[in-house]
């Protein structure tokens, strides 16, 4: 039934009246205090508890933080807690190993337990039209083991979640999703885009709409996409890529409906990441003002899926108020994806000096410059033309403001700028040329992926040059950054959201050279997954970017397999750039 259009006129009045009052509202709002803190959860709190008290029983050797704030009461908090603190003590605040295990054991459904295996229904083990430009039947063969990967992968959030929401951290949405692997038993927002990409090329278009409606979900009930779809992950996003993911479903399926529901959810978001603490305006030397986004976590705490490790990373800050602007660049690092990295670092050697707040960074603005030409799209499909208006206006303001803030003409390439002072960012900030990051990331080329960026040829050219001069490209991808820090996005990894947004934006430029390039990226890409997988037998979250078939290393965890993203992207790649007959996928 066709919608009033007294009505639709309504909504689209209300979508525009509410961005404008927003716009209008952080204009005069001041953001000169410490930063807002998100409360939790009474179970997470106690949950942390139970994590410091699991480190000193049972010590550091391969302990994972994460599991114990994943763990699911069996009873009342109140019962659990009062048993908690009835075990014997010794003087460290540790138990004994056998106490401490009869206790979870007890009180506890196990790490993962509450969520369910669940079976896709419109999973088919070889769909019609699958990667037709695939030639090389090695290649194929391989690419339906990757699709049939999704079985492994699809989960549903568990009865008695529902039934008692306050017994888990884990959050009641209402469809199934795809979760990355190994010790991320949960849906996540950035990597969603990539397992969407990848379902879309398995025509598992309703596994995808349900990611997605999860994902509003999140929006309606928090006002924006939570990092995951924990209880503890409440106090801060990811990058911002649902209307991306909105935006292709709707180019695969044509389903208007679906981007007529989606639209005053991405509406919202937009006005989550350009308001507030996560708005800062620069003026150029035109004395032009420019609105720009950074990251900026709700949280000075230690994170709670990683505390004991936060806790002693900042075991030699003495002030209080310096711990917690530590933990909150810790969070607000956490927000980026890129957690961590020398990119956040004033002193790269130094891990206490993360300043993410006062960064902004090239590639948040450039998924915002995304999310807005997708919504001025996806509104005038549905016919909206006031809201389509609306967003094409805000599209070419930031088009401009990266232009103006992040570009490097010299280098070829867009920087990440460095805030002078973030104690009140309510007032403009004049641009300086010293304060762009020289430093070389991969980050630097992300804008490549925008189509108002990589249509313009001469320009796309001359950034393709400073990529393959930059020193990122190596024998299996583009690695994260120059400086080998031991980070996980750090040198040597490679990961497949960069190798992907990079490819691609070469790929559909006007550029023949960038266009090779961006192939070529590709099929280093497949090639060294294709390797570590006949290797190992799994697909790796990241990988070693020097040698073909390694997967990576670093960071706070062991690595991780599954893995969401990086089978969407080698189907993705596949159904790009195909893989002809006579084309060696050995290394």
């Given at each position: 039934m066709a919608d009033s259009p007294l009505l639709f006129t309504l909504a689209s009045f209300f979508l525009l009246s509410t961005l404008i009052f927003s716009s209008a509202m952080t204009v005069t709002k001041a953001s000169c205090d410490s930063g807002p803190v998100k409360p939790t959860t009474p179970l997470v709190t106690f949950l942390e508890q139970l994590q410091q008290t699991a480190l000193t029983t049972f010590g550091k050797t391969h302990f994972d933080p994460?599991?114990?704030?994943?763990?699911?009461?069996?009873?009342?908090?109140?019962?659990?807690?009062?048993?908690?603190?009835?075990?014997?003590?010794?003087?460290?605040?540790?138990?004994?190993?056998?106490?401490?295990?009869?206790?979870?054991h007890d009180y506890f459904e196990g790490a993962g337990d509450d969520v369910v295996l669940a079976q896709p229904e419109d999973y088919v083990p070889e769909p019609e039209g699958f990667l037709p430009k695939v030639k090389n039947p090695?290649?194929?063969?391989?690419?339906?083991?990757?699709?049939?990967?999704?079985?492994?992968?699809?989960?549903?959030?568990?009865?008695?979640?529902?039934?008692?929401?306050?017994?888990?951290?884990?959050?009641?949405?209402p469809e199934q999703f795809i979760i990355p692997g190994s010790r991320f038993r949960e849906v996540y927002y950035w990597d969603s885009y990539w397992v969407i990409r990848g379902l879309l090329v398995s025509k598992m278009y309703d596994t995808a709409k349900a990611i997605v409606t999860n994902l509003i979900f999140l929006i309606e009930e928090y006002g924006y996409v939570l990092n995951g779809a924990r209880a503890y992950y409440t106090n801060r996003s990811q990058p911002p890529l649902l209307s991306a993911m909105v935006s292709e479903i709707y180019k695969r399926t044509g389903d208007l409906e679906f981007a007529r529901k989606a639209l005053p959810a991405l509406v919202k978001e937009h006005e989550f990441w350009n308001s507030g603490i996560?708005?800062?305006?620069?003026?150029?030397?035109?004395?032009?003002?420019?609105?720009?986004?950074?990251?900026?976590?709700?949280?000075?705490?230690?994170?709670?899926?990683?505390?004991?490790?936060?806790?002693e990373l900042a075991s030699k800050i003495e002030s209080v108020s310096e711990k917690?602007?530590?933990?909150?660049?810790?969070?607000?690092?956490?927000?980026?994806?890129?957690?961590?990295?020398?990119?956040?670092?004033?002193?790269?050697?130094?891990?206490?000096?993360?300043?993410?707040?006062?960064?902004?960074?090239?590639?948040?603005?450039?998924?915002?410059?995304?999310?807005?030409?997708?919504?001025?799209?996806?509104?005038?499909?549905?016919?909206?033309?006031?809201?389509?208006?609306?967003?094409?206006?805000?599209?070419?303001?930031?088009?401009?403001?990266?232009?103006?803030?992040?570009?490097?003409?010299?280098?070829?390439?867009?920087?990440?700028?460095w805030l002078n002072d973030i104690t009140c960012i309510s007032e403009p900030q004049t641009w300086e040329a010293r304060n762009q990051n020289q430093n070389v990331f991969a980050s630097n080329f992300i804008p490549?992926?925008?189509?108002?960026?990589?249509?313009?040829?001469?320009m796309v050219e001359k950034v393709t040059r400073s990529l393959q001069s930059s020193g990122l490209l190596h024998a299996a991808g583009i690695a994260t950054s120059l400086t080998n820090s031991g980070q996980q996005w750090d040198f040597p990894n490679g990961w497949a959201p960069i190798q992907h947004m990079i490819a691609e934006g070469l790929a559909r430029s006007g550029s023949k050279e960038a266009k090779l390039v961006g192939e070529d990226i590709a099929v280093r890409w497949i090639r060294t997954n294709y390797k570590a997988y006949k290797k190992t037998g799994v697909m790796h979250e990241k990988y070693d970017v020097q040698k073909c078939g390694e997967f990576g290393g670093g960071g706070e965890y062991v690595p991780q397999t599954g893995f969401g993203w990086s089978n969407g992207l080698v189907l993705t790649f596949l159904e790009e750039f195909g893989w002809p007959q006579d084309r060696k996928i050995d290394c």
């Amino acid at each position: 039934m066709a919608d009033s259009p007294l009505l639709f006129t309504l909504a689209s009045f209300f979508l525009l009246s509410t961005l404008i009052f927003s716009s209008a509202m952080t204009v005069t709002k001041a953001s000169c205090d410490s930063g807002p803190v998100k409360p939790t959860t009474p179970l997470v709190t106690f949950l942390e508890q139970l994590q410091q008290t699991a480190l000193t029983t049972f010590g550091k050797t391969h302990f994972d933080p994460k599991l114990y704030v994943d763990l699911a009461l069996k009873s009342e908090l109140s019962l659990t807690q009062h048993a908690f603190h009835k075990l014997p003590r010794s003087a460290n605040g540790s138990t004994s190993a056998s106490d401490l295990n009869e206790f979870l054991h007890d009180y506890f459904e196990g790490a993962g337990d509450d969520v369910v295996l669940a079976q896709p229904e419109d999973y088919v083990p070889e769909p019609e039209g699958f990667l037709p430009k695939v030639k090389n039947p090695e290649v194929r063969a391989w690419a339906l083991e990757i699709h049939s990967l999704w079985k492994n992968l699809t989960r549903k959030v568990g009865g008695g979640v529902h039934k008692r929401p306050e017994f888990h951290t884990l959050l009641p949405l209402p469809e199934q999703f795809i979760i990355p692997g190994s010790r991320f038993r949960e849906v996540y927002y950035w990597d969603s885009y990539w397992v969407i990409r990848g379902l879309l090329v398995s025509k598992m278009y309703d596994t995808a709409k349900a990611i997605v409606t999860n994902l509003i979900f999140l929006i309606e009930e928090y006002g924006y996409v939570l990092n995951g779809a924990r209880a503890y992950y409440t106090n801060r996003s990811q990058p911002p890529l649902l209307s991306a993911m909105v935006s292709e479903i709707y180019k695969r399926t044509g389903d208007l409906e679906f981007a007529r529901k989606a639209l005053p959810a991405l509406v919202k978001e937009h006005e989550f990441w350009n308001s507030g603490i996560h708005k800062v305006v620069i003026q150029d030397d035109q004395a032009c003002n420019h609105t720009l986004s950074r990251y900026y976590a709700m949280w000075n705490q230690p994170r709670p899926e990683s505390s004991t490790t936060d806790m002693e990373l900042a075991s030699k800050i003495e002030s209080v108020s310096e711990k917690q602007r530590f933990y909150r660049e810790v969070a607000s690092t956490a927000e980026t994806g890129w957690d961590f990295s020398t990119r956040w670092m004033r002193n790269h050697s130094d891990f206490t000096t993360l300043s993410t707040t006062s960064i902004l960074p090239v590639d948040l603005n450039v998924l915002i410059l995304g999310m807005e030409h997708d919504i001025a799209f996806l509104a005038k499909v549905i016919g909206d033309s006031s809201i389509s208006d609306h967003f094409l206006k805000a599209s070419k303001a930031r088009h401009k403001a990266i232009k103006s803030v992040f570009w490097n003409a010299k280098k070829g390439q867009w920087l990440d700028y460095w805030l002078n002072d973030i104690t009140c960012i309510s007032e403009p900030q004049t641009w300086e040329a010293r304060n762009q990051n020289q430093n070389v990331f991969a980050s630097n080329f992300i804008p490549l992926w925008i189509e108002s960026l990589y249509s313009d040829t001469s320009m796309v050219e001359k950034v393709t040059r400073s990529l393959q001069s930059s020193g990122l490209l190596h024998a299996a991808g583009i690695a994260t950054s120059l400086t080998n820090s031991g980070q996980q996005w750090d040198f040597p990894n490679g990961w497949a959201p960069i190798q992907h947004m990079i490819a691609e934006g070469l790929a559909r430029s006007g550029s023949k050279e960038a266009k090779l390039v961006g192939e070529d990226i590709a099929v280093r890409w497949i090639r060294t997954n294709y390797k570590a997988y006949k290797k190992t037998g799994v697909m790796h979250e990241k990988y070693d970017v020097q040698k073909c078939g390694e997967f990576g290393g670093g960071g706070e965890y062991v690595p991780q397999t599954g893995f969401g993203w990086s089978n969407g992207l080698v189907l993705t790649f596949l159904e790009e750039f195909g893989w002809p007959q006579d084309r060696k996928i050995d290394c």
